[in-house]
């Protein structure tokens, strides 16, 4: 119903995953794509009514199922990553450990490094207080869950984490001096490694809002799943969008 869109929604769908890969301004968007005011509108609307967590959720089932694992992840690895800010935004603040002003970053994925939930956060909101509201995201959309590992700074994770009927594994590093990869401990950190490769989660965090930065996150993560389950560079993108819409 109603007046017939304008422009492509794949066309649209490529101008923000060009976005979240490049990170260059809204002005400097390529020609071939459709209008900067367009775009964003559309990126706000899906955030809105819940398209890209309905997308994410399908993508993380389906890259789950071609790896041979069950929709519901039973264990998972949570960890925080704190960025500082560029210009004003909202919800900033000073993380003293590691001695950043900006946000805080909390995410959790599953086994393959495939993300969950995201939360995004003042600096100084501390990891803990982070890890439990993420943890109730995350239980929201995975009644499977079970395990959960993290790093030491989680120890006084578990009694809250049992009100989820969660369990909080610490993982802790065999060397202080060294570094050392630690089996799962490292999935996490190697999940954070892809997402600042995206250029608009680089070093800075460059949004206004909370919201738009976990979105954000989010349209990484689904680049991230489809490129896992259409490895070719051949495979048109763009075909799986229209399917999913």
């Known amino acids: 119903m109603g007046r017939p869109h304008v422009h492509s929604r794949r066309l649209i769908v490529n101008a923000i995953l060009y976005q979240a890969r490049t990170g260059c301004q809204w002005r400097y968007l390529p020609s071939e794509f459709p209008p900067r005011s367009t775009v964003n509108d559309c990126f706000v609307a899906w955030r809105e009514d819940g398209t890209w967590d309905t997308v994410h959720q399908r993508l993380h089932n389906a890259a789950r199922a071609q790896?041979?694992?069950d929709p519901g992840p039973g264990a998972a690895v949570i960890d925080a990553q704190s960025v500082p800010n560029?210009?004003?935004?909202?919800?900033?603040?000073y993380d003293a450990g590691k001695?950043?002003?900006?946000?805080?970053?909390?995410?959790i994925v599953d086994s393959l490094g495939l993300l969950i939930a995201v939360l995004v956060t003042s600096a100084y909101v501390s990891d803990i207080a982070g890890g439990h509201q993420l943890l109730r995201k995350a239980r929201l959309t995975n009644s499977m869950l079970g395990i959960v590992r993290a790093d030491s700074g989680y120890q006084g994770l578990a009694k809250r984490a049992e009100r989820l009927r969660l369990k909080i594994v610490i993982v802790k590093n065999p060397s202080r001096n060294?570094?050392?990869?630690?089996?799962?401990?490292?999935?996490?950190?190697?999940?954070?490694?892809?997402?600042?490769a995206y250029r608009r989660l680089g070093k800075r965090d460059l949004e206004h809002t909370t919201i738009a930065a976990e979105t954000w996150i989010k349209v990484?993560?689904?680049?991230?799943m489809l490129a896992r389950l259409h490895p070719t560079p051949n495979s048109p993108q763009a075909i799986t969008w229209a399917r999913l819409w």
């Open 67 to 69: 790896s041979g694992h």
């Open 178 to 196: 060294t570094f050392i990869p630690v089996k799962h401990r490292w999935i996490v950190e190697r999940s954070l490694a892809w997402l600042s």
């Open 220 to 224: 990484a993560s689904i680049a991230m």
């Open 99 to 107: 001695k950043i002003r900006g946000r805080k970053r909390h995410i």
């Open 86 to 93: 560029a210009g004003r935004a909202e919800e900033v603040g």
